[in-house]
């Protein structure tokens, strides 16, 4: 029987192109209905878990307003402080490109295999810049820990490495106009000028990056910030070098992002102190619009139209995690970036051999795993890339004989060359570990790898191993484990570890079914496989470690790059009269997640600040109801006091005088001075030992008795009431309250 042909379109045959069914492997209208109510439903789902951010919307947005007319908005020396903060973050951008730019180049001159090679005309000029960014960024960070390590914190120092980075991304310019910059080819722009979709799409990857500029340049007020992000590079600052921070065990990090921090503390402090912690906090948002441009990037190498490469960037863009990470001065953009980088390198070394992919991969897994240790989910998954790689061209070889490609032995050495290279690359900090305490895991693992430092032992380890475990709830029960998707979607919540400690939203929930219907029914590109076994290998690695969303970050870019390509590859397949309205559908879904970052940011309300019109310590005052407390600590108290801190957050960053204060566990030396003390001269004898002079407490967990840390209930009760008086008579007995209240008191201790 002879085939029919579908009707082409013109007059005669209009009505039968109109009805002509959809082909099997594309996309038809049934679906396109099924994703508009599913983005109903979620969104409905979504927004009645939102009571404590969303629902607040009509509270908040008038105070916003008001406080915007009513009070003064603008102070000359508040907003030229902001500026200058954000000059200083955009020079150092610009002395990353610089040393990138170099690099790269040196990658570029390992000669491609005949695949890369033909990839290189559609190489995408966003990918290649957001590179030189990453990679950039990535050396000065060793740079500076090794001046660091050489103790050469210096203004001078800061102003001299600046320079020399002007004066490279100048060279670097110079050279990239006379070899007319990166041909874009299919890769940045479109042949045809921007739809209404594609404007939608990039202002909704503008209006988040907009907002987190803005709370980024704002005083600190992040809980991780205050604790080590901030608050250790500042102390390094102030000790010209790389140090130990007593009893600030996440001195112990990696801190390769913080490092391009320090440099923006250096640079801001010529110009004051406002103007430092400014910039420093801009140095770190940089590296949101830096992911989202990779993201667009590596969706036009992949051949996306630029409507979805915009759409899948908005998806990550509106993700309020990463809005509340690129805003508050913490790092895991940073390492997403890293991330994405090194799966897309992975990706392009797995299907064309390049040197200079795995070149590139090696920089991206060296600079991420000195970001987080999380990296090391990479370093597992890179020995399955090689081995099936290796198995691939050993089946090859098999099948047609000896070709051009590398065979099995050659692939399996040049991916143990990369994962040493890379090893080497982020092993700084874990060395400095490892010399310090005895231990590169440190703080980690102590019962499995004897370590020690001041204010860390095995059994503190042991109990942070177990709190970070309670994130996403305990226990886990199979139900958890299977619903993890939605939950994180629909039940996440920032501030409660049993859901997640973050927001994500719902726009990946829509949209990875059309990604496993891609997988399953058409032949995606095998980067894109990649990318998307990547991203699923860093969600099971998450979900059995700790479960606080902000650590899942990483393995989200690569699934949006998957998705965009998935969307390509539909449209390929006969999806292009759908397209369009899937796209809407989807860039439909980041509307949620703009809500909730709204929400935040005019809770936060730092316009005022940044702007100048309010003072800094209002606007502290504001955000952290401990600061009134710090203020006197700061001017009342002599400059040798030494101040306990207890259930205090650890907040340090604002703290100008000594102070010793546990981590993570914050009433831990507490609790062990209470159980093994007969009487309360024995408490403040060891007190004073340790010339504790002040000590300020959040008391009102302290003192009540079903939630108090001093609480055992393992213990009679006639124990823990004597556990509870000796607390009392040490705080208030002989004791001078400088200021106290429902929640918090600082007092002055006998003889002090």
Same mark, same amino acid.
């Given at each position: 029987?002879?085939?029919?042909?579908?009707?082409?379109?013109?007059?005669?045959?209009?009505?039968?192109?109109?009805?002509?069914?959809?082909?099997?492997?594309?996309?038809?209208?049934?679906?396109?209905?099924?994703?508009?109510?599913?983005?109903?439903?979620?969104?409905?789902?979504?927004?009645?878990?939102?009571?404590?951010?969303?629902?607040?919307?009509?509270?908040?947005?008038?105070?916003?307003?008001?406080?915007?007319?009513?009070?003064?908005?603008? @102070?000359?020396? @508040?907003?030229?402080?902001?500026?200058?903060?954000?000059?200083?973050?955009?020079?150092?951008?610009?002395?990353?490109?610089?040393?990138?730019?170099?690099?790269?180049?040196?990658?570029?001159?390992?000669?491609?295999?005949?695949?890369?090679?033909?990839?290189?005309?559609?190489?995408?000029?966003?990918?290649?810049?957001?590179?030189?960014?990453?990679?950039?960024?990535?050396?000065?960070?060793?740079?500076?820990?090794?001046?660091?390590?050489?103790?050469?914190?210096?203004?001078?120092?800061?102003?001299?490495?600046?320079?020399?980075?002007?004066?490279?991304?100048?060279?670097?310019?110079?050279?990239?106009?006379?070899?007319?910059?990166?041909?874009? @080819?299919?890769?940045?722009?479109?042949?045809?000028?921007?739809?209404?979709?594609?404007?939608?799409?990039?202002?909704?990857?503008?209006?988040?990056?907009?907002?987190?500029?803005?709370?980024?340049?704002?005083?600190?007020?992040?809980?991780?910030?205050?604790?080590?992000?901030?608050?250790?590079?500042?102390?390094?600052?102030?000790?010209?070098?790389?140090?130990?921070?007593?009893?600030?065990?996440?001195?112990?990090?990696?801190?390769?992002?913080?490092?391009?921090?320090?440099?923006?503390?250096?640079?801001?402090?010529?110009?004051?102190?406002?103007?430092?912690?400014?910039?420093?906090?801009?140095?770190?948002?940089?590296?949101?619009?830096?992911?989202?441009?990779?993201?667009?990037?590596?969706?036009?190498?992949?051949?996306?139209?630029?409507?979805?490469?915009?759409?899948?960037?908005?998806?990550?863009?509106?993700?309020?995690?990463?809005?509340?990470?690129?805003?508050?001065?913490?790092?895991?953009?940073?390492?997403?970036?890293?991330?994405?980088?090194?799966?897309?390198?992975?990706?392009?070394?797995?299907?064309?051999?390049?040197?200079?992919?795995?070149?590139?991969?090696?920089?991206?897994?060296?600079?991420?795993?000195?970001?987080?240790?999380?990296?090391?989910?990479?370093?597992?998954?890179?020995?399955?890339?090689?081995?099936?790689?290796?198995?691939?061209?050993?089946?090859?070889?098999?099948?047609?004989?000896?070709?051009?490609?590398?065979?099995?032995?050659?692939?399996?050495?040049?991916?143990?060359?990369?994962?040493?290279?890379?090893?080497?690359?982020?092993?700084?900090?874990?060395?400095?570990?490892?010399?310090?305490?005895?231990?590169?895991?440190?703080?980690?693992?102590?019962?499995?790898?004897?370590?020690?430092?001041?204010?860390?032992?095995?059994?503190?380890?042991?109990?942070?191993?177990?709190?970070?475990?309670?994130?996403?709830?305990?226990?886990?029960?199979?139900?958890?484990?299977?619903?993890?998707?939605?939950?994180?979607?629909?039940?996440?919540?920032?501030?409660?570890?049993?859901?997640?400690?973050?927001?994500?939203?719902?726009?990946?929930?829509?949209?990875?079914?059309?990604?496993?219907?891609?997988?399953?029914?058409? %032949?995606?590109?095998?980067?894109?496989?990649?990318?998307?076994?990547?991203?699923?290998?860093?969600?099971?690695?998450?979900?059995?470690?700790?479960?606080?969303?902000?650590?899942?970050?990483?393995?989200? %870019?690569?699934?949006?790059?998957?998705?965009?390509?998935?969307?390509?590859?539909?449209?390929?397949?006969?999806?292009?009269?759908?397209?369009?309205?899937?796209?809407?559908?989807?860039?439909?879904?980041?509307?949620?997640?703009?809500?909730?970052?709204?929400?935040?940011?005019?809770?936060?309300?730092?316009?005022?600040?940044?702007?100048?019109?309010?003072?800094?310590?209002?606007?502290?005052?504001?955000?952290?109801?401990?600061?009134?407390?710090?203020?006197?600590?700061?001017?009342?108290?002599?400059?040798?006091?030494?101040?306990?801190?207890?259930?205090?957050?650890?907040?340090?960053?604002?703290?100008?005088?000594?102070?010793?204060?546990?981590?993570?566990?914050?009433?831990?030396?507490?609790?062990?001075?209470?159980?093994?003390?007969?009487?309360?001269?024995?408490?403040?004898?060891?007190?004073?030992?340790?010339?504790?002079?002040?000590?300020?407490?959040?008391?009102?967990?302290?003192?009540?008795?079903?939630?108090?840390?001093?609480?055992?209930?393992?213990?009679?009760?006639?124990?823990?009431?004597?556990?509870?008086?000796?607390?009392?008579?040490?705080?208030?007995?002989?004791?001078?309250?400088?200021?106290?209240?429902?929640?918090?008191?600082?007092?002055?201790?006998?003889?002090?």
């Amino acid at each position: 029987m002879r085939a029919l042909k579908r009707p082409t379109p013109g007059p005669s045959a209009s009505a039968a192109f109109r009805v002509a069914p959809t082909p099997p492997d594309g996309l038809g209208l049934p679906a396109t209905r099924v994703a508009v109510a599913g983005l109903f439903l979620l969104t409905a789902l979504f927004l009645w878990q939102r009571g404590s951010d969303v629902g607040r919307l009509p509270e908040v947005f008038p105070s916003f307003l008001a406080s915007l007319v009513q009070t003064r908005l603008f @102070g000359l020396r @508040g907003a030229a402080e902001s500026a200058l903060g954000a000059l200083v973050a955009v020079a150092v951008v610009l002395a990353w490109c610089g040393l990138g730019d170099i690099v790269v180049r040196l990658t570029e001159r390992f000669p491609p295999e005949s695949s890369a090679a033909k990839r290189e005309a559609r190489r995408s000029s966003a990918l290649v810049w957001s590179r030189k960014v990453a990679f950039g960024a990535g050396l000065w960070s060793l740079l500076w820990f090794g001046l660091g390590i050489a103790g050469f914190y210096s203004k001078a120092v800061a102003v001299a490495a600046l320079a020399g980075g002007l004066a490279l991304a100048a060279a670097a310019g110079v050279r990239n106009r006379r070899a007319g910059g990166v041909r874009p @080819g299919g890769g940045d722009h479109g042949e045809r000028r921007r739809g209404g979709l594609e404007r939608v799409a990039l202002g909704c990857v503008a209006f988040p990056v907009l907002l987190a500029l803005v709370a980024a340049l704002a005083p600190p007020t992040g809980k991780d910030a205050l604790i080590y992000h901030l608050a250790v590079p500042k102390a390094f600052v102030a000790a010209g070098g790389i140090v130990e921070v007593p009893y600030n065990i996440a001195g112990f990090f990696p801190l390769g992002a913080e490092m391009n921090g320090v440099w923006a503390l250096l640079l801001g402090s010529l110009a004051g102190a406002r103007v430092a912690e400014a910039a420093f906090g801009a140095v770190l948002f940089a590296f949101f619009p830096l992911l989202l441009a990779l993201v667009y990037g590596w969706a036009r190498e992949q051949g996306v139209g630029e409507g979805w490469a915009l759409t899948v960037s908005a998806l990550v863009a509106a993700i309020p995690a990463a809005y509340s990470v690129a805003s508050s001065g913490y790092v895991d953009v940073a390492l997403s970036v890293y991330v994405a980088l090194a799966v897309h390198a992975l990706g392009r070394w797995s299907t064309t051999a390049s040197r200079a992919s795995l070149v590139a991969f090696v920089l991206a897994l060296g600079f991420a795993l000195s970001v987080k240790p999380l990296a090391a989910f990479l370093v597992i998954f890179l020995p399955v890339v090689v081995l099936l790689r290796a198995w691939q061209a050993e089946r090859r070889k098999s099948e047609a004989g000896a070709g051009p490609a590398p065979g099995p032995g050659g692939i399996v050495r040049d991916g143990l060359v990369a994962l040493l290279g890379a090893a080497i690359l982020g092993s700084p900090w874990y060395m400095r570990n490892w010399v310090l305490t005895g231990s590169p895991l440190f703080p980690f693992y102590l019962d499995v790898w004897k370590a020690s430092a001041q204010g860390w032992d095995t059994e503190r380890s042991v109990l942070f191993q177990v709190f970070l475990s309670l994130y996403g709830g305990d226990p886990k029960s199979v139900v958890h484990y299977v619903a993890a998707p939605v939950r994180l979607s629909l039940m996440a919540q920032p501030e409660q570890p049993a859901y997640y400690d973050g927001v994500l939203g719902i726009s990946f929930l829509l949209g990875l079914p059309l990604l496993l219907w891609a997988l399953w029914r058409l %032949p995606l590109d095998a980067e894109l496989r990649l990318a998307a076994a990547a991203s699923g290998w860093l969600f099971v690695g998450w979900f059995f470690s700790s479960q606080q969303l902000r650590f899942l970050l990483p393995a989200l %870019p690569p699934l949006a790059v998957a998705i965009a390509g998935a969307a390509a590859a539909g449209t390929r397949s006969g999806l292009s009269g759908r397209t369009r309205s899937l796209q809407w559908t989807l860039l439909a879904t980041t509307v949620a997640g703009h809500l909730v970052i709204v929400a935040w940011f005019l809770e936060q309300n730092p316009v005022r600040v940044v702007l100048g019109g309010e003072p800094r310590a209002a606007y502290l005052e504001r955000r952290l109801d401990h600061y009134p407390y710090y203020r006197i600590v700061n001017t009342q108290l002599p400059p040798d006091a030494r101040l306990w801190l207890i259930n205090m957050r650890r907040d340090t960053y604002h703290l100008e005088r000594p102070h010793l204060s546990d981590y993570a566990f914050e009433d831990y030396t507490l609790r062990k001075y209470v159980d093994t003390a007969r009487d309360v001269g024995e408490v403040r004898d060891r007190v004073r030992a340790a010339g504790i002079t002040h000590v300020l407490v959040r008391h009102d967990v302290l003192f009540d008795y079903g939630r108090s840390p001093i609480v055992d209930e393992r213990r009679p009760r006639e124990e823990n009431d004597r556990r509870m008086a000796l607390l009392r008579s040490f705080l208030l007995e002989g004791t001078r309250v400088l200021r106290g209240d429902r929640k918090f008191l600082l007092v002055e201790l006998p003889g002090a």
